[in-house]
């Protein structure tokens, strides 16, 4: 009986064990499905990404409530910035030519914007 006991202890173990994930990998997303990423993603320079809550691009235009991209695909985008919209690094402005991660979700058609995230 020991020795079954024993032996599903570690089973346990190593099923455990395999199953953690990396501190990196772990995302916690919010009511919206949104991955609350505070920082750039490596996977984001070989443009793997969440499609539906992740926007990539390159700054082309940036003022006050309003950041206007370039897509991979050429494609120039306006995005709304809302009111409490965070901007990664804390205290950085989004300039022209750099690559930004735009988190959000769509609704009805339109990005909704709650972070924006500067590659460093």
Not at 88 to 94: E, H, K, S, Y
Request: glycine share 6%.
């Amino acid at each position: 009986m020991k020795l079954i006991i024993a032996s599903l202890a570690l089973a346990l173990t190593f099923t455990c064990a395999s199953t953690i994930a990396r501190a990196d990998e772990i995302v916690i997303a919010d009511v919206n499905g949104v991955p609350q990423y505070s920082s750039w993603q490596a996977a984001w320079d070989r443009y793997e990404y969440d499609r539906h809550h992740v926007i990539l691009g390159t700054v082309t235009n940036f003022a006050p409530y309003r950041l206007q991209i370039a897509r991979r695909n050429g494609n120039v985008q306006i995005i709304d910035l809302k009111n409490g919209t965070v901007i990664r690094p804390t205290g950085a402005t989004p300039t022209v030519n750099e690559r930004v991660a735009i988190l959000g979700y769509y609704s009805k058609g339109t990005f909704i914007a709650n972070r924006v995230i500067i590659r460093p």
